[in-house]
C-alpha cells in the first residue's frame, strides 16, 4: 500500500506496515483502527491533518505538510515481518523518499519504523552529524543528505493498542513528538 499527504511535505512518518484490519480495509495508512484514532488526533492538534478522524479513503481528511508511509507495504503475519518481506519492500520505501524533496523530518513510528528509517537515511548515503543511538521515545538525531540537506530523525512509540491501552504511549507523549517535529521543520 502506498503512503499518502502533502507531496510537498516536510514532515515524513514512517510506521511498520498497514494495519490488518484497518488500512488494508479502507485502503489508507493508519486509518480505521485504534493506532489511526491516535495518530490522527495527534496530527489534527498538532496541525498537519485537517479532521481528527479517519475512517475511510474518501472522508475528506488533508494531510498539512506531512505525509505518512511505512516500512512494509502489505500487513505482516503477528506484526513480526520476515527480513525477506523487509528486503522486498524497502525499494518501494526508497522511490518515495526520493519523490519527498522538501522533507526535513522523519517521524518513525515504533523500533521496526525506526531501523528503516536509519537504513533508508545510510543506504542512500546520508551521513549522521549526531549520535544515533539507540531507539526511544523522543530520540533524536541528524543525518545530513548527499544533497545538502539535513534530515531530524525524531524517534516515537507506535500508537499501536499494545502501547496506548497499558499506558507505554499516552497522548500527551505523542502530541509532544507532533510539537516538536514542528518546531524541527522550520529549522
Known amino acids: 500500500m502506498p503512503g499518502f499527504g502533502d507531496p510537498h511535505a516536510r514532515v515524513l ?4 506496515a498497514p494495519g490488518a484490519h484497518g488500512s488494508n480495509r479502507t485502503g489508507r495508512m493508519f486509518t480505521g483502527d485504534g493506532s489511526g484514532e491516535w495518530l490522527y488526533r495527534a496530527l489534527h492538534r498538532a496541525g498537519f491533518a485537517s479532521s481528527p478522524k479517519a475512517v475511510s479513503r474518501d472522508d475528506g481528511l488533508v494531510l498539512h ?7 512494509l507495504r502489505c500487513a505482516p503475519p503477528g506484526n513480526k515481518p520476515t527480513p525477506a518481506q523487509k528486503k522486498n519492500c524497502f525499494p518501494y520505501l526508497l522511490r518515495e523518499f526520493a519523490l519527498l524533496n522538501h522533507v526535513s523530518v522523519i517521524v518513525s ?8 528509517v536509519v537504513s533508508l537515511l545510510r543506504s542512500i548515503g ?21 544533497d545538502g540537506r539535513t ?9 499501536s493498542r499494545q502501547n496506548t491501552n497499558t499506558g507505554v504511549l499516552t ?11 514542528s518546531e524541527l521543520r522550520h529549522g
Do not use: N
Not at 512518518?13 to 511498520?16: E, K, N, W
Not at 534530515?151 to 500508537?159: F, K, T
Open 13 to 16: 512518518l514512517v510506521g511498520l
Open 65 to 71: 505538510d506531512a505525509y505518512i508511509t511505512a516500512a
Open 109 to 116: 513510528l515504533g523500533k521496526i519504523g525506526d531501523d528503516t
Open 126 to 146: 546520508a551521513t549522521a552529524v549526531s549520535p544515533v543511538g539507540r531507539f526511544g521515545h523522543g530520540a533524536e538525531s541528524r543525518f545530513l543528505l548527499p
Open 151 to 159: 534530515i531530524a530523525r525524531l524517534a516515537s512509540y507506535h500508537p
Open 171 to 181: 497522548e500527551r507523549m505523542l502530541d509532544d513528538i507532533f510539537l516538536r517535529a
